[in-house]
C-alpha cells in the first residue's frame, strides 16, 4: 500500500457505539444502532434458542431480545438499572440487545484498529472484529451482522 | 435503360455489376451483426431440440417434472422467506376471540373456537404407568378420560426445572382442546380478547415450533396454533374426531 493510500486509510474515522460487558468494553458500528432502551417487559418465547431472552413490543413491533453475555459465553448476571437494550439492525433484521450498560460514542481511525489475537476460538473470532486501544483500555469490536450464523438468524426471525 | 450500341451495353452492364458489387458488399457488411445476433438465437434453437431428445433419456434439470416438487419441498422446509410473508390461518382472517392464560412464566393464547371447555384442577388427576413426562396423567370428565398435558414441559422443556413439575397442589386449569381427549394444564386464567388479524405477529415459517402461530403484540402473548399442536401430539392417544381431516 502506498504512502498515500495508507495515510487515507488510516484517515478513514469509525464512529462506534460502547457498551460494557462483565467489565469489557465493546463497540459496534454507530449506523446499525437504530436506538437504545431502558430494560422493559421481555416476554419469553417457548423454544426460543438459550440466548434469547424473548421479545418486547417496540412501538408495535415485535423486537427479539439476544442475551449479549449468553451469546458471549459470559455467566448471566440481573438485570440492573444501567442495563441497557440495543437495538441494532444488521443485514439480517432488526434485534434487540441485552448489555450491562451503555457508555458512549467513540471515533477511532480505521488504523487504530488490530486485528484480534488469535486463539483458536472459532466461535468468537468470527464476531470479533478486531481491537483497539481507547485511553489505555482495550476496547473490542464487534461484527454484529456475524453475532449470529446465518442458520440462527433464521432461528429467531419468525415472526 | 436501353442502348443501342453494344459498347453502351457493356458499360450498363459494368455499371450495373458494379451496383451490384457494391449493393453487395453493404448487404454483406449488414449481415454481420445478423449472423452475430442469429448465434445465439441458432443455439438456443438448437438447445430445446437437444433438451427434448434428452429428456426423453433422462430428467431436464432445466426443465425437470419435479420443478412443482422442488418447490414444494422449498415450502415444506419452512424457509423463512419475507417474499412469502406471514402465515394466516383461515380463522384468524376474520375477528376472533383468545383466550389467555398463563404457563410458568410466559403468557399463552388459545383461539376460543378450539377452547373444548375449562376443567379446574384438582386431585382426580390419575398418574398411570408408562405415561410419557409430558403427560401428568388422566383426569375424569363424565365418562370422558382427559389426558393432561404438561404443557410448560411439553411446549418449553427448556424453562421446566426438573423439581418443579406442575402436579396437583398449585390452583390451575385444564383447558380441554376441542372434542379431543386432550387437556393442557395451565397455572392460571388471565382474559379473553378479541383480535383482528393484524395484531397478531403471524409466523413466517412452519418448520419449527408449528404450534406457535404469531406474537399478540399488545400482550406479548404467544397464539397457540392448535392444528401444529395435535400434530405433535400421538395419534393414538384420543385424536381429533374424523371431522378435523
Request: charged share 25%; with cysteine; net charge negative.
Amino acid at each position: 500500500m502506498s504512502t498515500t493510500a495508507d495515510e487515507a486509510f488510516r484517515g478513514q474515522v469509525v464512529q462506534l457505539v460502547t457498551f460494557v460487558l462483565k467489565g469489557e468494553v465493546y463497540g459496534i458500528n454507530v449506523m446499525q444502532v437504530q436506538e437504545v432502551l431502558r430494560v422493559s417487559e421481555i416476554a419469553p418465547v417457548p423454544g426460543a434458542p438459550a440466548y434469547v431472552l424473548g421479545i418486547i413490543n417496540l412501538r408495535g413491533n415485535v423486537v427479539t431480545v439476544i442475551d449479549t453475555r449468553a451469546r458471549f459465553g459470559l455467566p448471566s448476571t440481573e438485570v440492573d438499572d444501567s442495563s441497557r437494550i440495543i437495538v441494532i439492525e444488521s443485514e439480517k433484521q432488526v434485534v434487540g440487545m441485552l448489555v450491562d450498560a451503555v457508555a458512549e460514542v467513540v471515533e477511532l481511525r480505521e488504523g487504530e484498529i488490530d486485528v484480534a489475537p488469535n486463539v483458536g476460538n472459532e466461535e468468537s473470532s468470527r464476531y470479533i472484529q478486531g481491537v483497539a486501544t481507547r485511553e489505555s483500555k482495550l476496547l473490542i469490536l464487534v461484527d454484529l451482522n456475524k453475532l449470529l450464523t446465518d442458520e440462527e438468524w433464521a432461528e429467531i426471525n419468525m415472526y | 435503360m436501353r442502348s443501342g450500341s453494344s459498347q453502351s451495353s457493356s458499360c450498363l452492364d459494368a455499371a450495373d455489376t458494379a451496383l451490384d458489387n457494391y449493393l453487395d458488399s453493404l448487404f454483406n457488411d449488414i449481415e454481420r451483426p445478423v449472423d452475430r445476433a442469429m448465434s445465439p438465437l441458432a443455439k438456443v434453437d438448437i438447445r430445446p431440440a437437444d433438451t427434448t431428445r434428452q429428456q426423453s433419456l433422462q430428467p431436464d434439470p432445466i426443465n425437470p417434472p419435479a420443478t412443482c416438487q422442488d418447490r414444494k419441498e422449498e415450502v415444506d422446509e419452512g424457509l423463512i422467506s419475507r417474499r412469502s410473508g406471514p402465515i394466516v390461518p383461515a380463522w384468524a382472517r376474520s375477528p376472533f376471540q383468545t383466550l389467555l392464560f398463563q404457563v410458568s412464566d410466559v403468557t399463552l393464547a388459545l383461539p376460543l373456537k378450539a377452547l373444548g371447555g375449562i376443567l379446574q384442577w384438582n386431585d382426580r388427576i390419575n398418574d398411570l404407568p408408562g405415561l410419557p413426562e409430558w403427560v401428568l396423567g388422566v383426569m375424569l370428565d363424565g365418562e370422558r378420560k382427559i389426558l393432561v398435558v404438561d404443557t410448560a414441559r411439553f411446549l418449553m422443556p427448556e424453562r421446566v426445572a426438573e423439581e418443579k413439575r406442575a402436579l396437583g397442589s398449585s390452583c390451575g386449569y385444564v383447558l380441554l382442546i376441542e372434542d379431543s381427549h386432550w387437556g393442557l394444564a395451565v397455572d392460571g386464567l388471565r382474559d379473553t380478547v378479541k383480535l383482528e388479524t393484524h395484531q397478531v405477529h403471524w409466523r413466517l415459517r412452519t418448520d419449527k415450533r408449528s404450534w406457535l402461530a404469531g406474537i399478540i403484540v399488545d400482550q406479548l402473548s404467544i397464539l397457540l396454533d392448535v392444528e401444529g399442536l395435535f400434530a405433535m401430539l400421538p395419534s393414538n392417544k384420543g385424536t381429533r374426531p374424523s371431522a378435523r381431516t
